[in-house]
């Protein structure tokens, strides 16, 4: 079974850092790409970032390029993403993802989510 838990979120002001972690199994971690996703309070499921099976090339929605990292440690199955700089609007659920947004879009197995809130 895949299972996909999301840890780390919180309340941070603006301009304060939050790391993601995303546990995952049920499944070979190290041969999947990994994606973060994230939904805004009254907005529709946004692509954020993902990240190929190794770990070496990465992609980033220009809304958080330059602000956020993505990355994947395959020794213990688990994804994180570095989020810096944060803006309120950077609030949302952030959800661990298994697959490629570029090959299936949003429709893909995501996890329980973490809640981000970006606010003084």
């Known amino acids: 079974e895949v299972r996909l838990m999301e840890s780390g979120g919180g309340l941070v002001q603006p301009g304060g850092s939050l790391r993601l972690s995303c546990a995952a199994s049920?499944?070979?971690?190290?041969?999947?790409?990994m994606t973060w996703l994230r939904q805004a309070p009254g907005k529709g499921l946004e692509w954020v970032s993902s990240?190929?099976?190794?770990?070496?090339?990465?992609w980033y929605a220009n809304s958080v390029k330059g602000r956020f990292t993505i990355s994947k440690d395959n020794a213990k199955n688990t994804l994180y993403l570095q989020l810096n700089s944060l803006k309120t609007e950077d609030t949302a659920m952030y959800y661990c993802?298994?697959?490629?947004?570029?090959?299936?879009?949003?429709?893909?197995?995501r996890g329980q989510g973490t809640q981000v809130t970006v606010s003084s």
């Open positions: 993802a298994k697959g490629s947004y570029f090959v299936y879009g949003l429709n893909i197995y």
């Open positions: 049920g499944f070979i971690f190290s041969s999947e790409v």
């Open positions: 990240i190929n099976s190794v770990g070496d090339a990465k």
